[in-house]
């Protein structure tokens, strides 16, 4: 199929492509690697009346050490962060690694997957985990979003017709911190049946869990990151107990699948 005719802009900065999905009335949609507003547009799902290109400003492709973190431009691509490991954030390089396949790492963007929004994508559940800050631009300024509040449903997030995410800021992790992150697809490249994140950050007094592809954003498991910052361990039943509080509605298998990739986030951490 192809897509529905649109008008195509490449504005030159942030301010010009701001301008540009304003005029647009909320029928203007930012473009960048296009890995996954491509195949709506040729399905149809999509038909903006305005494309605005924002892969080519260099203001969002940027990645700049801030001391105590990183800050990530929106337009900076999977394969970067897979090429450039950050020293203190060397999670955004695992798991880089293992999203899609390398022709789509080198296109997709960090800011692209979290505006798209997917329950199943790789970012929104990393991002959540590390309490990471979204910060997006818009005819009002800059405002910092929190990455777990993000998302607020299966491919709904914060932003408005006419904000853009500038960056996203990644907190370094504190000496002996862990880290672990798993999901399950059927085959490789696919995105995931259930995933699993978990960052437990002693100096930084810091211990998040999150499950993903739920078919809505990354939900915290809470009461087994305590468990396992303060004893070390958690059971298979407060790990089931935790996840049927944001599984309702999948049967057994489906749960069980979710705390399988809970269990081996935990073990690789």
């Known amino acids: 199929m192809k897509p529905a005719a649109f008008d195509y802009l490449r504005p030159r900065d942030l301010g010009e492509a701001l301008v540009a999905l304003r005029s647009g009335g909320g029928e203007a949609k930012p473009i960048a690697g296009g890995q996954s507003l491509g195949p709506m547009l040729n399905l149809r799902l999509a038909r903006p009346k305005l494309l605005v290109d924002v892969s080519r400003i260099e203001e969002l492709k940027r990645i700049v050490d801030e001391s105590d973190a990183w800050r990530i431009g929106a337009a900076v691509t999977h394969a970067e962060l897979e090429d450039r490991p950050l020293a203190g954030c060397e999670p955004l390089a695992r798991v880089a690694r293992v999203i899609a396949y390398r022709a789509v790492r080198n296109r997709g963007t960090v800011g692209g997957s979290l505006?798209?929004?997917?329950?199943?994508?790789?970012?929104?559940?990393?991002?959540?985990?590390?309490?990471?800050?979204?910060?997006?631009?818009?005819?009002?300024?800059?405002?910092?979003?929190?990455?777990?509040?993000?998302?607020?449903?299966?491919?709904?997030?914060?932003?408005?017709?006419?904000?853009?995410?500038?960056?996203?800021?990644?907190?370094?992790?504190?000496?002996?911190?862990?880290?672990?992150?798993?999901?399950?697809?059927?085959?490789?490249?696919?995105?995931?049946?259930?995933?699993?994140?978990?960052?437990?950050?002693?100096?930084?007094?810091?211990?998040?869990?999150?499950?993903?592809?739920?078919?809505?954003?990354?939900?915290?498991?809470?009461?087994?990151?305590?468990?396992?910052?303060?004893?070390?361990?958690?059971?298979?039943?407060?790990?089931?107990?935790?996840?049927?509080?944001?599984?309702?509605?999948?049967?057994?298998?489906?749960?069980?699948?979710?705390?399988?990739?809970?269990?081996?986030?935990?073990?690789?951490?």
């Open 115 to 269: 505006a798209h929004a997917d329950p199943a994508a790789d970012w929104p559940l990393v991002f959540a985990t590390l309490d990471a800050q979204v910060r997006v631009a818009g005819p009002s300024g800059m405002r910092e979003i929190k990455a777990d509040a993000f998302m607020s449903a299966a491919f709904t997030t914060q932003l408005a017709d006419d904000e853009i995410i500038e960056s996203i800021r990644v907190l370094k992790l504190g000496a002996g911190a862990r880290w672990g992150y798993y999901k399950f697809c059927r085959k490789t490249g696919e995105f995931p049946e259930a995933a699993a994140a978990l960052l437990l950050d002693p100096q930084r007094r810091v211990a998040r869990l999150f499950a993903g592809a739920l078919e809505r954003a990354p939900q915290p498991l809470d009461t087994v990151a305590r468990a396992l910052a303060e004893q070390g361990d958690a059971s298979a039943d407060m790990i089931g107990a935790a996840l049927a509080r944001v599984t309702s509605g999948f049967g057994p298998a489906a749960r069980k699948l979710r705390a399988t990739a809970v269990q081996r986030a935990i073990a690789q951490s």
